[in-house]
């Protein structure tokens, strides 16, 4: 199947050199396109869903794209794009965006279709790689393995320039979840830690307290109702669910360049969305002789909303570009039947910050460097009450930090060859296996071959 798509792709690629005389009788169609391949391994572990630690060719995109523009004001376009990441993507080809787009004046203009999210500064181009010196942009703000859900809304939106140097964009419709996103496994795994506390505790209490009722000495019955709790979140687990459905999503994208300032871009974005989901959930039986199994439910689960703000702050002056971006992720999944008993998920609060820089020396080089910090709780922000819950947790789970220095080679006007090392520090969304002393310390090394038109 990849190999049939990269065939196609290269077919398409030829195709193109003669766009503008083989479209001349169907108006002014521009045809652009990229596909890169590349080449990723780590010195310990797998790494977002990649097999990393033996090296992986599974690191691949590519995408082609057609707009026009039949009438004044007026441009139609669409893109089809396709990537491999380990176990996302799969070269599967989808629909990336396809929107009509009517500019009124310089204060309006209206977009209806699939349209692109404002997201930080370089989510609209996260897939252009000729725009960036990093083969990976930093993913405590751009989340790589959300992807479906930052990608793109099927919707219309409004967007214009305002006095002053601002500018803004708007959009309302129904985002996308797709079965393998990211974003699934992270709710499950926030239902199960909530849960698990949750339960753990007030069945520690219920037991401890009955052990007092039947005349046990407080020390021991403390013991008990611990041990009872524990014995109790070991049997919670909850299940990644195998798709979902998003029911609501808005986005607003505010930027100003001062004029007064060159080179300088401040944004402010936000993205908000209700997903509707089915998860399978295990509970305790909680008995009166003690913890007795577990039985495990099909439950509805609507996500109250999943919402991102991202501030951004870019600076450019001459070959040299200087940005800083910070996110914070809310999720509220709010009352879950459990039971036929509504039991409330409290909100997490995930948050991200990066900064970079780079610096063209010549037409064929770049040198880049940036530091991104993700953290998956804000309210356990070093990891000890996840580590505390029953299993194989490290408290170390909680964050990904990342070093990164990267270098972008131009070889010709078409062709881009990347080269960059990470030093990697946590174990977020890293596979170690039953390994029961992970090291949270460790290198990531990846190369890409891109070529656009």
Partial sequence: MKKTIILLFMCLSLVSVGAVSAYEGL??????????????????YDYSGIKTEDGSFEFNEMGI????????????GAQFFARDMGELGNDNIELDWAYGDYRVNNYLGIRAGKVKIALGLYNETRDV????????????????????????????????????GFSYQLAYGVGGVSAESNLLID??????????????????????????????????????????????????SVESPSSATPLNTQNASLQWAPRFVDGLRLSGTWLFTEIETTMNISTPNLTLAGVNGGNTVTTAVNIDNVSSIVGSVEYTRGDTILSAEYNMIRVDIGNVLINGNPTDIATTEVIGWAVSASHRFTYWFEL????????????????????????????EERWMRDTCLTTRFDLNENWIFKLEGHYMNGLDDVDFGNDPDPDPHWYLFASKLSYSF
């Fill in 27 to 44: 108006g002014n169609v521009e045809i652009h396109g990229f596909i890169s391949q590349g080449y990723i391994q780590s010195t310990d």
């Fill in 65 to 76: 794209n057609f707009s026009t523009t039949p009438a004044d004001g007026l441009r139609l």
């Fill in 129 to 164: 790689d000729a725009v960036r010196t990093s083969i990976m942009l930093p993913n405590a703000i751009y989340v790589e393995q959300n992807r479906d859900v930052y990608a793109g809304l099927k919707g219309v939106g409004a967007y214009g320039e305002l006095p002053g």
């Fill in 187 to 236: 709710m499950a795994t926030i239902m199960e830690d909530r849960l698990k506390t949750g339960i753990q505790s007030a069945a520690a209490a219920a037991y401890e307290a009955g052990a007092l009722q039947l005349g046990l000495p407080a020390a021991i019955a403390a013991a008990y109702g611990q041990q009872q709790g524990e014995l109790a979140a070991a049997e919670v």
């Fill in 368 to 395: 880049g460097a940036y530091y991104s910090d993700w953290n998956t709780n804000v309210r356990d922000r070093h990891g000890k009450d996840f580590e505390a819950l029953q299993g194989n947790r490290h408290r």
